[in-house]
C-alpha cells in the first residue's frame, strides 16, 4: 500500500537508528494515532549470513587447534546466531512484545506499547509511540524529578520476576531500549532479544543465593548440575575449594556489598578451571544484569545489585510455597539445631520492602510446610525453639516487672534488691535478646502494609488438624517441664547462695 494511504505525516528522516534497522515516526491516518516504524534495513539477512558463516568457519578451526577453551565455540556462534535471526523477524518480535505485556500489564511503574499488526510484517514492525527520556541520560531525568537509581531499581526487580517468576525475559535492557516517561514509567522499546530461564534453574538460582549467604559452597557446587553448568556424572568436590577460595576473599564483607561483574569475573575464572558449560539462557541473564547494573554505577559507584535484590529474594523465599524454596528458608534459618531469629528478622525487614510482599503470604505456607505429615524432624525443632521463646518471654517480663517496683518497696518486702532471678549477666542478656527480637518480628509483621487481624483466622483453622493439636500438646509439656527445671534450679541457687554466679542487674 503507498505510505500516504497509511499514515498522515511520516518523518523525512529516521529519529533513530540500529544495526539492524532504523525508525521513522509517523501518524497513523484513520486515528490519529503516533506510532513508531522500525523498518529493517536493505540486504541485512544476507550480510549477517556471511559474517556467521566466517564466524562458524573461525570456530572450527579453534574447537580442533586451541587448548584450553572448553566450550563449544561452534555451538556458542550457532545460538548467536539464532537470537540474532529472530531479531531479523518483525512479527516475532511483535509477538514477543504482545506476551511481554500480557505478564507485566498489571505492574504500574512498567510500559509496553501496543503493536498494530496491520501495519506490521516480518521487515516492518509498527508500535505505539512512547514519549520519554533514555535511562543514562542523567540531567534530562534531573529536570523531570526523577531519580535514576530508583528506576534502576525498578528495572532490576521487573529484571528478576521476568527471570524468576515467570521465567520469559527481556535480555538486551540497555538504554536504547529502555526509556522513563514524565510520570515515571519505565518504558520497554524493543523486544527483539528475549529468552527463558527454565523453571528448575528459576528455583536453583534462588537456592544458589541462600547457599552463598550460608557459605555452603558444596551445595553451591551441587546447584551447578540443577543450573545444567555440568553433567550429572562429573566430581563437584574438587570444585568446592576454588569456589571457598574465590568466596572467602569476596565475602570479607557481606554478600550484599558484592558487585555483580566481580561476582562474574571471578567465576569466569573458577568456570575456565573445571569442565562447565554456561547454558545460553544463563549467559544472556549475566548479559541483562551486567548492563543494568552498568547503568546504575554510572550515576553512583557505590550500587550494589545484590543488594537491590535482596528485597526480592526474602519476599520469594517467606512466601513461595514451592518445596525447593521452603527447604532453601529452613536451611537459612535452622543452624545447628538452633532456630536463627536474625535472619528471619532480617528476611522480614527486606522482604517488606518488595512492593508485592503479604504478610499473609508469609504465614500460610510456613504452617503448612510445619504440619506436614514429613514435616516430623521440623517439628521437633520448632518446639525446641518454641520452648526457648516461651520461657525466655515469662522470664524476661517478670524481670522487666520486678525492676519496675520502687527500690523502697522491695527493701519492705525483704525482697533480694538484686533482681528476682540468680543467672550470669550473659544468660540475663541472652534471654532478654531473645525476647527483644521475637517482639520485634512480631512488631514488623503487625506493620506491614498487608496486615490485617483477620489473617490469623485461616491460622486458626489449620491449628485444629490433629498434627496441630500434637503440636501444642509437646509445646505445652516442653514450657511445663523447662520452667519446672527453672524454678527448681532457683531454688537450689537461692538455698546455695553459689559465689560463682551474678545476681541478674536492676
Known amino acids: 500500500m503507498p505510505l500516504d494511504s497509511i499514515f498522515s505525516s511520516i518523518s523525512a528522516t529516521p529519529v533513530a537508528a540500529a544495526s539492524l534497522g532504523q525508525v521513522y515516526k509517523a501518524r497513523l491516518k484513520y486515528c490519529g494515532q503516533l506510532v513508531a516504524i522500525k523498518v529493517q534495513r536493505p540486504g541485512i539477512q544476507e550480510a549477517i549470513g556471511l559474517d556467521f558463516y566466517l564466524m562458524r568457519g573461525l570456530g572450527f578451526l579453534i574447537n580442533k587447534y586451541v587448548s584450553g577453551i572448553t ?62 527520556v533514555k535511562l543514562n541520560e542523567l540531567d534530562a531525568l ?67 543465593i541462600v547457599h552463598l549467604v550460608n557459605r555452603d559452597y558444596e551445595a553451591m557446587a551441587r546447584d551447578y548440575h540443577a543450573l545444567d553448568f555440568l553433567s550429572p556424572e562429573v566430581d563437584v568436590s574438587p570444585i568446592v575449594p576454588a569456589l571457598q577460595n574465590f568466596f572467602d576473599d569476596a565475602l570479607n564483607a557481606t554478600v550484599s556489598d558484592l558487585n555483580f561483574k566481580s561476582i562474574v569475573d571471578g567465576l ?27 547503568l546504575a554505577l554510572h550515576a553512583d559507584p557505590n550500587f550494589k545489585v545484590l543488594a537491590a535484590s535482596y528485597p526480592y529474594f526474602a519476599k520469594r523465599l517467606l512466601t ?108 540475663l542478656k541472652s534471654l532478654m535478646d531473645l525476647r527483644d527480637q521475637v517482639f520485634r518480628i512480631w512488631g514488623l509483621l503487625q506493620t506491614s502494609k498487608s496486615f490485617d487481624p483477620q489473617l490469623l483466622q485461616p491460622v486458626l483453622q489449620v491449628l485444629q488438624q490433629p498434627e496441630a493439636r500434637s503440636l501444642g500438646v509437646h509445646l505445652a509439656g516442653g514450657v511445663t517441664h523447662r520452667l519446672a527445671a527453672r524454678m527448681l534450679q532457683q531454688l537450689l541457687l537461692r538455698t546455695s547462695k553459689s559465689p560463682d554466679l551474678a545476681f541478674s542487674p536492676l
Open 71 to 132: 566450550s563449544d565455540v561452534v555451538a556458542l556462534v550457532d545460538e548467536f546466531a539464532r537470537r540474532v535471526y529472530q531479531e531479523l523477524n518483525y512479527v516475532q518480535e511483535g509477538q514477543n512484545a504482545r506476551r511481554f505485556k500480557k505478564l507485566y500489564a498489571d505492574k504500574e511503574d512498567i510500559l509496553v506499547p501496543d503493536i498494530f499488526w496491520d501495519y506490521t510484517s516480518g521487515k516492518v514492525l509498527t508500535m505505539e509511540w512512547i514519549t520519554g
Open 142 to 208: 534531573e529536570r523531570h524529578g526523577l531519580k535514576v537509581l530508583d528506576l534502576v531499581s525498578t528495572g532490576i526487580q521487573c529484571s528478576l520476576r521476568q527471570l524468576l517468576e515467570s521465567g520469559y525475559f527481556h535480555a538486551d535492557p540497555h538504554p536504547g531500549n529502555l526509556l522513563v516517561t514524565p510520570e515515571g514509567r519505565l518504558a520497554f522499546i524493543d523486544f527483539g532479544m528475549m529468552s527463558e530461564t527454565p523453571e528448575k534453574a528459576r528455583y536453583a538460582i534462588i537456592g544458589h
Open 268 to 294: 569466569g575464572t573458577v568456570f575456565y578451571q573445571y569442565p562447565f558449560t554456561v547454558p545460553p539462557y544463563y549467559a544472556l541473564i549475566l548479559k541483562s544484569l551486567t548492563v543494568l547494573e552498568g
Open 320 to 427: 513461595d510455597p514451592n518445596p525447593y524454596l521452603r527447604d532453601a528458608l529452613i536451611e537459612l534459618l535452622f543452624k545447628d539445631g538452633r532456630f536463627r531469629w536474625n535472619r528471619l528478622e532480617n528476611l522480614l525487614v527486606q522482604g517488606s520492602k518488595d512492593r508485592d510482599f503479604s504478610t499473609k503470604d508469609a504465614l500460610q505456607p510456613v504452617l503448612r510446610l510445619l504440619l506436614d505429615p514429613h514435616g516430623e524432624e521440623l517439628r521437633v525443632l520448632v518446639i525446641k525453639e518454641a520452648v526457648y521463646v516461651v520461657e525466655a518471654i515469662v522470664l524476661a517480663s517478670a524481670i522487666d516487672t520486678y525492676n519496675s517496683i520502687p527500690y523502697f518497696m522491695r527493701v519492705l518486702l525483704n525482697s533480694d534488691t538484686n533482681g528476682p532471678f540468680i543467672m550470669s549477666n550473659v544468660e
